[in-house]
């Protein structure tokens, strides 16, 4: 599974960003796919992801800001991203993964990863 995430960049606070990861290969086993951040000095973090039979989860700091979507026919999934604070600056990061089947931990579960997309929001 390839993922390639554009839609970085620099933005004013209260501004707004898309960013798009589309997934290529084989893809028939991902059942997860999302958004994580990491800023500079902070473990990487969960932002969005649309997880096994279509549920949304969404991290505190981003709801009602963040929406999370996708277009099962483009393999894309999106993260429309609004309202931007400066404390969203960060490298995003684009995932794909089958951890969890039918509500189980997969033990055979892969993690995917895009390359990082930067997403900066000057004050």
């Known amino acids: 599974v390839q993922l390639q995430a554009s839609g970085g960049g620099l933005v004013q606070a209260g501004g707004s960003l898309r960013l798009s990861c589309a997934a290529s290969g084989d893809i028939s086993s991902i059942n997860s796919l999302g958004w994580y951040r990491q800023a500079p000095g902070k473990q990487r973090e969960l932002v969005a992801v649309i997880a096994e039979g279509g549920i949304i989860n969404y991290a505190d700091a981003v709801k009602g800001r963040f929406a999370i979507s996708r277009d099962a026919a483009k393999n894309t999934i999106y993260l429309q991203m609004n309202s931007l604070k400066p404390e969203d600056t960060a490298v995003y990061y684009c995932?794909?993964?089958?951890?969890?089947?039918?509500?189980?931990?997969?033990?055979?579960?892969?993690?995917?990863w895009g390359k990082g997309t930067q997403v900066t929001v000057s004050s």
């Open positions: 995932n794909a993964n089958n951890r969890i089947i039918r509500g189980f931990n997969n033990p055979y579960g892969m993690d995917y």
